[in-house]
């Protein structure tokens, strides 16, 4: 039990303790209840909002509840005093001693440390990267790559039973593209002299290796395909091998995806039939006249009957085409489909990552999962802002093998995976994120990884400089300002790892492991300036013994949240 959760039972009892006493409601709910660290520590050690969370449920004055809880936390021995601040928030400071015991349950838990059964063994499915097979991965699949990864990792581990999936967008027109534009590759291959590729296509050189790969192990015999049988007969081949393409840089990254699923299968297997029969009996599809497109008028508009879901029965703006006038399945309802087939397969809730580009999906995919699953929320939506990618401050070159964007491997190429995991994690998701390889690769503060990951090599050296204690340490000897922060620091990290789960805001993870570094250097620094808050203490062996199980502390919460995002936490630079 972390320092917070133990400081909300306490509260919890104290509030049991006032309902006998002034005959309030013992059975009220206190979910919201929270103990935190103050904003500003002169303000003490922990902060609670209990005060404010009862007033209204117990139509009392928020400051006269606060004093009644002071009166109560002041009889708690750690407590050194309490006290309202604001409206009614209560701030408690405790006996320094106190802070000193996180280190124990740190060092006693290793690896597990902030570990919580959050989920309970519950399945989630997490969607990501889910890149149309037409090309390489380009530096801004990445984002949506290494979020959904350790969105995933952060899941299992608060108790979830994840599942990582990948859809192949592998029918439709851009299928059909890219095996016209594979047989003009082919061709060449075979020697043909060819003119411009011709506008629609794909131009990117990656495809000349598929023109030789078919001509090698093909010959001549796709030479006079129609253009239908080229879709049917190339296409398929072209998607696998720019799938194992994919599935390589993916590794690269150190992503490993459980299941990859083809929405090619999904059709063929009659599953699109069957979500819209599912529909059909819950009475959310009907026949009717679509509302005309945003920006454009009446008059240039011709509304037509079609098969319609009603989305906006769950909160989306209009309801959606399902059919086009041929009678073949929108990509609408081939998405509808699929995330029927998640529903069955998972039982439990499901998570997409998206492009910044998918923004009109949002509503429609929500309210299509609510009605089939019958519940809110079922269905979790994490959009990836814009990247740009800079050198110095200035826009990088598209690469010559696509023709229109940096791949991905281009990227790890240039500044290693680590570091793009981990600056791809220096933004909340929705917001744009500017990558820029001289400043990621520099050896300064400035660089979020070296600086985090310098944190972890420097308590290592540390560590490397003096034999671990045997034997029972005392730790109340940490009470400076400086070993306190740090403590505080440390302590907090299962509350980070829990608001990070809720919220699926990996960047959580990244920001705290920053600010921790930024207080580990802190103390490090105040030893080059005040000599008796050096880790190895000349003349005192005590106090030496104590800050070394500080130190081992900081290295092992630093390399749990490394481990988070898969990151190296290594030990020497």
């Known amino acids: 039990m972390s320092i917070f959760e133990e400081f909300e039972e306490i509260i919890r009892s104290c509030y049991q303790t006032l309902a006998e006493k002034h005959n309030f409601t013992e059975d009220i709910g206190l979910s919201k209840l929270v103990v935190e660290l103050p904003r500003d520590e002169v303000h003490g050690d922990l902060?609670?909002?209990?005060?404010?969370?009862?007033?209204?449920?117990?139509?009392?004055?928020?400051?006269?509840?606060?004093?009644?809880?002071?009166?109560?936390?002041?009889?708690?021995?750690?407590?050194?005093?309490?006290?309202?601040?604001?409206?009614?928030?209560?701030?408690?400071?405790?006996?320094?001693?106190?802070?000193?015991?996180?280190?124990?349950?740190?060092?006693?838990?290793?690896?597990?440390?902030?570990?919580?059964?959050?989920?309970?063994?519950?399945?989630?499915?997490?969607e990501f990267v889910s890149a149309n097979p037409t090309g390489p991965l380009h530096a801004a699949h990445a984002r949506g790559a290494i979020l959904g990864d350790v969105l995933a990792n952060l899941m299992h581990f608060s108790g979830y039973n994840v599942i990582r999936e990948y859809y192949i967008n592998d029918a439709g027109s851009q299928i059909a593209t890219l095996s016209k534009s594979a047989f003009i590759r082919y061709r060449e291959a075979l020697g043909e002299k060819l003119e411009a590729i011709p506008a629609g296509l794909y131009p990117g050189d990656y495809l000349i290796d598929v023109g030789y790969f078919l001509a090698d192990n093909y010959g001549e015999s796709l030479k006079n395909l129609s253009e239908d049988e080229i879709t049917d007969k190339i296409g398929p081949i072209v998607v696998d091998l720019m799938m194992e393409s994919i599935k390589k840089d993916l590794e690269r990254l150190g992503i490993e995806m459980d299941i990859y699923s083809s929405e090619n299968?999904?059709?063929?297997?009659?599953?699109?039939?069957?979500?819209?029969?599912?529909?059909?009996?819950?009475?959310?599809?009907?026949?009717?006249?679509?509302?005309?497109?945003?920006?454009?008028?009446?008059?240039?508009?011709?509304?037509?009957?079609?098969?319609?879901?009603r989305s906006k029965e769950?909160?989306?703006?209009?309801?959606?085409?399902?059919?086009?006038?041929?009678?073949?399945?929108?990509?609408?309802?081939?998405?509808?489909?699929?995330?029927?087939?998640?529903?069955?397969?998972?039982?439990?809730?499901?998570?997409?990552?998206?492009?910044?580009?998918?923004?009109?999906?949002?509503?429609?995919?929500?309210?299509?999962?609510?009605?089939?699953?019958?519940?809110?929320?079922?269905?979790?939506?994490?959009?990836?802002?814009?990247?740009?990618?800079?050198?110095?401050?200035?826009?990088?070159?598209?690469?010559?093998?696509?023709?229109?964007?940096?791949?991905?491997?281009?990227?790890?190429?240039?500044?290693?995976?680590?570091?793009?995991?981990?600056?791809?994690?220096?933004?909340?998701?929705?917001?744009?994120?500017?990558?820029?390889?001289?400043?990621?690769?520099?050896?300064?503060?400035?660089?979020?990884?070296?600086?985090?990951?310098?944190?972890?090599?420097?308590?290592?050296?540390?560590?490397?400089?003096?034999?671990?204690?045997?034997?029972?340490?005392n730790l109340s000897l940490l009470i400076d300002i400086h070993e306190i922060r740090l403590i505080k620091q440390l302590s907090s990290?299962?509350?980070?790892?829990?608001?990070?789960?809720?919220?699926?805001?990996?960047?959580?993870?990244?920001f705290y492991l920053m600010e921790l570094a930024a207080v580990f250097h802190g103390l490090w620094n105040a030893g080059r300036e005040n000599l008796d808050l050096k880790f190895i203490h000349d003349t005192d062996e005590d106090l030496t013994h104590a800050r070394m199980l500080l130190v081992e502390a900081t290295a092992q919460v630093i390399k749990s949240g490394l481990n988070l995002l898969s990151i190296t936490a290594v030990e020497e630079m």
Request: aromatic share 8%; with cysteine.
């Open 265 to 309: 299968q999904l059709v063929k297997e009659g599953k699109v039939s069957l979500a819209m029969q599912k529909l059909q009996r819950d009475n959310l599809i009907y026949r009717g006249q679509p509302e005309p497109p945003k920006g454009k008028l009446e008059q240039d508009w011709q509304p037509r009957e079609q098969l319609l879901f």
């Open 47 to 126: 902060a609670s909002n209990a005060a404010l969370v009862l007033a209204k449920l117990l139509k009392q004055s928020p400051k006269e509840l606060a004093k009644l809880f002071v009166k109560e936390l002041q009889k708690t021995s750690s407590v050194l005093s309490a006290e309202i601040a604001g409206p009614g928030f209560i701030n408690i400071r405790l006996n320094k001693s106190r802070w000193a015991q996180e280190i124990t349950s740190i060092l006693e838990k290793g690896d597990d440390y902030g570990k919580k059964n959050i989920g309970s063994g519950q399945n989630v499915n997490i």
């Open 493 to 510: 990290w299962p509350k980070h790892v829990e608001a990070a789960t809720h919220y699926c805001e990996p960047h959580r993870i990244a």
């Open 314 to 473: 769950f909160g989306d703006d209009i309801d959606r085409p399902l059919q086009k006038s041929d009678n073949s399945w929108t990509y609408f309802a081939s998405d509808v489909a699929y995330h029927y087939d998640k529903l069955e397969r998972t039982g439990g809730r499901l998570i997409d990552v998206l492009g910044a580009d998918h923004s009109g999906y949002v509503k429609r995919m929500t309210a299509a999962v609510e009605a089939m699953s019958g519940e809110r929320d079922m269905l979790r939506i994490k959009q990836c802002g814009l990247v740009s990618l800079l050198d110095k401050g200035k826009p990088v070159k598209m690469s010559k093998r696509t023709g229109t964007f940096v791949t991905l491997s281009d990227v790890i190429d240039a500044v290693s995976s680590d570091v793009m995991r981990f600056v791809m994690l220096t933004r909340r998701n929705d917001q744009p994120l500017e990558f820029d390889y001289a400043k990621v690769t520099e050896e300064s503060r400035e660089n979020p990884v070296f600086y985090v990951q310098y944190a972890h090599a420097r308590a290592k050296s540390v560590l490397r400089q003096n034999k671990k204690p045997s034997g029972k340490v």
